[in-house]
Structures are given as structure tokens and as C-alpha cells.
């Protein structure tokens, strides 16, 4: 048997290729959609791609199964549990429907369905068997049900696709999933769907796989005997779920588009650009935030093509019914196109390279701690953090919006005085600076090194109450 192993840093993603060397045959699950890394370790490999599952649909980016089954004419395994709402639409007549107890054979290798409803109805878990080596499972691809050190989130059909009292019910089956893990091998690999910075779950670790049996013994979520006190923990601390992951449910449920039916950008002219600004159309300016900061064109919103949460960053603001247009080396265009289409922002349809931009006339300026204190009050603090992060330790007096809420709570953010806006080290705030500039706010302060350059000041910070309506 042969295993590889995918990661999207950005995505905090996890996706596997399994292979059965003796017959040439192979399975890819939860595949992102830029398939290439899957076809090219399977002609590395001297593999051919038979078989394509998923655990679940997915929330986060998508799917890349049905881009995968067009390119290699694959079997699809798609899950059939859960009601109505969670039934895959694309399934077609290459697609095998599955449930638990389910199984089947990639060459040698057996795959057999556990059904693990919690984080969403349909969820399941394969469990993988090496027949030709052992007539025991070696391990379990469990998707967003296990992960290292965490459990996966039961919150996200309510909070982000507005699916009203699913959250507990969801949090009661994740418990009865432990329940059904307590009685399997200790002794069984664990191949999880995300790794650390994922919003599917709450302090996910950053290792690449475990064991049941360490899970068993360190993960909070087996600690418990009590279910009303499992379901407490649970969806307490949950870290808030950014706004596209609605969308990311219906793409995946209904099918995304192949990517070879999508249209390629253009490239604009300056002045043409100018116009797409001046209609309200999203421009997104992709330069580093220092380099947007000293200069850049009002009414744009800078994401740093080299930030490690680019694609969510994006997925925060875009409306998805509207064009995109970019600001975008030519040599970093390819790339930031695959990053946006991975959580299925399709439509962008324009760019431009930096080098032909003139009337950089707006600045966001970067303010110091030191130039901050200076200010000597008069200021509004602004907490873009996540809430456990502000929860921890805060500037006093901060107002906190998280960075994918500012735009619903704009109100409460002053525009007579200035806003200093702050993160952990000021790389989110200098996002959201660019994106309150393009609201109208011309009092705007970014401030440089975060919370973590105030605290190593010696500067106050203090936990508890969040200070906001």
C-alpha cells in the first residue's frame, strides 16, 4: 500500500492519495481543486486514479472530486446519509452511493464506511484495510470528525449556512461518535481532513497525523463521561465561521463548475480599472501590506497574495454574485487565481500589474506603539482578533469587531476620531484598514507589530468582558 499525503497551507487542508502498488490502482479522498498534485504523484507512482471519495461536503474550499472524475473517469463515492438537504445533486451515473457498513476494494485494499453524523449529517470515516499485508485496519481517514487534539465543529450548519437548531444535535453526535471510537484498536493510524488554523474545529494541532490510541489519552473531547457536559464544551470557544462557508456548502452540494468552463481575465487598462473602482466593483490589491500602506488606489482592498490566509481573507469580502479585478504580478496571477478559485471565487474577470498603476495617492498609515502612545488618548482602539484571542488579553477599552464582521457592524466604528486598528502582529489589521478606507474612513491607523509589539512594550493589556454592543 502506498499513502500520500497533500496540504494547503492556506486552507489548513489535508487530502490523501492511497495506492495499491500491486495493481496499479488508486484512491484519492477529499481532493482540493486544483487536481494536478493528485495526477502527477499518480504518474510518479505508475498509479491510476480509479476511485475518488470524500468524507463529507465541505465547508472551507472546493471539492476538487468532480474535476478529478472528469480528468481520470474515476468512480465517485459519495456519502448518502443524512436527510434530504445533504444529498449530493451532481451524482450521475459514475457515482456509487454509500452508507454505513458500506465497502469497497482499491486492488488490495478494503475500504469500509463509518458513519460519524456530528459536524455535518452526511460525514463519514473510511477505515483502511492493507489485505494483502493484514486482515486488520491500519487506520482511519476521519475528514472533520477526529482531528489531532481536536474534535470537528458542530456549529457550522447553524452559524454559517443558517440551519436553526442543528448545532446541539450535531454536538450530542459527536459525543456518540467518541462513544463508537472507544471501542476500535488503539492502535489505528488517524489521517485528519485539517490540520491547525482550520476554522472546521477549535485548537487543532499542527501535527500531520496520530493515533486513536493518543487521542484516546490526550484529546479533551475522549476526556469526557458526561454528554450535556461534552456538548458544552464543545460549542463553547468556537471560532467564528467566515461568511463564505454558506456558499462553500452549496457549490459542493450542487456541483462546482469544471474549471476549463471558466473564463480566463483580461488584462485592463489603467483607465479601465479606474472605472470597475469608481462603479464599486472589488478590486483586490494583492502587493505586501507595507508596500499598499506607503501608496495605493482609494477604494481597493489590499489582500497580500503572500499571506497565509489569503483565500479566507477574500472569502470574508467577496460577494460572490459580483466581478473581481485584481492588482497582481504577472508572475504571482496563475497562483492567485488557483488560490481564489479553491473556495469558489470564480468570477474574476480583470488585472492589472502594479507597475502600470499611477495616482497612488492614498497612504494607510502604520503607527508604532510608541507613535500611538503619543496620541495620548482621543483614539479608538479597534480588536479585529478572533473572540478567544481577545478573550486572552486585550488593549483596554478596545472595541472588538472580529475581521469578518466589520463590515456588518460599521456603525460602531468612529469616524471622527482615529482608529487604531490592531491584530496579533498587524498583518490581518492592515487587511482590514484597506477594507474600512474603501467603506470612507479616511482616520485609520494600522498598528505595526499588534498586540504582541504592545505587550513586549510593557504597555497595559487585561482579559475579560468583550467591549462591544
Not at 68 to 76: N, W
Not at 446 to 459: C, I, K, M, R, S
Request: hydrophobic fraction near 40%; aromatic fraction near 10%; charged fraction near 20%.
Amino acid at each position: 500500500m502506498l499513502l500520500k499525503y497533500f496540504y494547503d497551507k492556506k486552507l489548513a487542508q489535508a487530502s490523501y492519495l492511497v495506492g495499491c502498488a500491486a495493481t496499479g490502482e488508486a484512491l484519492v479522498i477529499d481532493p482540493a481543486r486544483d487536481i494536478s498534485p493528485y495526477l502527477e504523484a499518480a504518474r510518479a507512482e505508475g498509479l491510476r486514479i480509479t476511485h475518488i471519495t470524500e468524507t463529507h461536503i465541505h465547508a472551507d474550499f472546493v471539492s476538487g472530486s468532480r474535476e478529478l472524475a472528469s480528468q481520470t473517469g474515476a468512480t465517485l463515492y459519495l456519502s448518502d446519509m443524512g436527510d434530504v438537504n445533504w444529498k449530493y445533486q451532481f451524482a450521475d451515473d459514475n457515482t456509487v452511493l454509500i452508507q454505513d457498513g458500506d465497502s469497497w476494494m482499491v486492488g488490495n485494499i478494503r475500504v469500509e464506511v463509518l458513519a460519524t453524523p456530528g459536524h455535518t449529517p452526511e460525514h463519514l470515516v473510511f477505515q483502511i484495510t492493507d489485505t494483502a499485508a493484514a486482515d486488520e485496519p491500519m487506520g482511519l481517514f476521519t475528514g472533520d470528525f477526529i482531528f489531532v487534539g481536536a474534535v470537528g465543529r458542530p456549529d457550522l450548519l447553524e452559524r454559517a449556512a443558517g440551519y436553526a437548531g442543528t448545532m446541539v444535535i450535531g454536538a450530542r453526535q459527536q459525543y456518540q461518535n467518541i462513544q463508537r471510537m472507544l471501542n476500535l484498536p488503539d492502535y489505528l493510524q488517524i489521517w485528519p481532513g485539517h490540520g491547525a488554523g482550520s476554522a472546521c474545529g477549535k485548537a487543532l494541532g499542527a501535527l500531520p497525523s496520530t493515533t486513536l490510541g493518543y487521542e484516546k489519552r490526550f484529546n479533551p473531547a475522549f476526556q469526557f463521561t458526561d454528554e450535556d457536559s461534552f456538548v458544552e464544551w464543545l460549542l463553547e470557544g468556537q471560532p467564528e465561521p467566515p461568511t463564505y462557508f454558506a456558499q462553500m456548502k452549496k457549490v459542493n452540494k450542487v456541483g462546482p463548475a469544471l474549471l476549463y468552463e471558466l473564463p480566463s481575465p483580461v488584462e485592463l487598462t489603467p483607465a479601465q480599472l479606474e472605472k470597475h473602482i469608481a462603479d464599486g466593483h472589488m478590486v483586490i490589491d494583492t502587493r505586501d501590506g507595507v508596500e499598499f500602506a506607503n501608496g495605493h488606489l482609494a477604494g481597493t482592498l489590499n489582500i497580500p497574495a503572500s499571506s497565509n490566509g489569503f483565500n479566507t481573507y477574500a472569502g470574508w469580502y467577496i460577494d460572490y454574485t459580483q466581478p473581481v479585478y485584481l492588482i497582481v504580478e504577472a508572475d504571482r496571477l496563475d497562483a492567485v487565481i488557483r488560490d481564489l478559485q479553491a473556495i469558489g471565487i470564480d468570477k474574476v474577470v480583470g488585472y492589472i500589474t502594479p507597475d502600470r498603476l499611477s495616482n497612488l495617492s492614498e497612504i494607510t498609515p502604520q503607527y508604532t506603539h510608541q507613535q500611538v502612545a503619543a496620541l495620548d488618548g482621543g483614539v479608538q482602539f479597534l480588536d479585529i482578533r478572533n473572540l478567544t484571542e481577545y478573550q486572552e488579553k486585550h488593549i483596554p477599552n478596545a472595541l472588538h469587531i472580529p475581521m469578518g464582521y466589520i463590515a456588518r457592524h460599521l456603525d460602531q466604528i468612529s469616524r471622527t476620531q482615529p482608529v487604531v486598528v490592531h491584530c496579533a502582529t498587524g498583518i490581518r489589521s492592515q487587511v482590514v484598514a484597506s477594507l474600512l478606507q474603501r467603506y470612507g474612513f479616511n482616520n485609520i491607523i494600522n498598528l505595526e507589530g499588534g498586540v504582541e509589539a504592545w505587550q513586549a512594550a510593557g504597555l497595559p493589556l487585561e482579559e475579560g468582558e468583550i467591549i462591544n454592543a
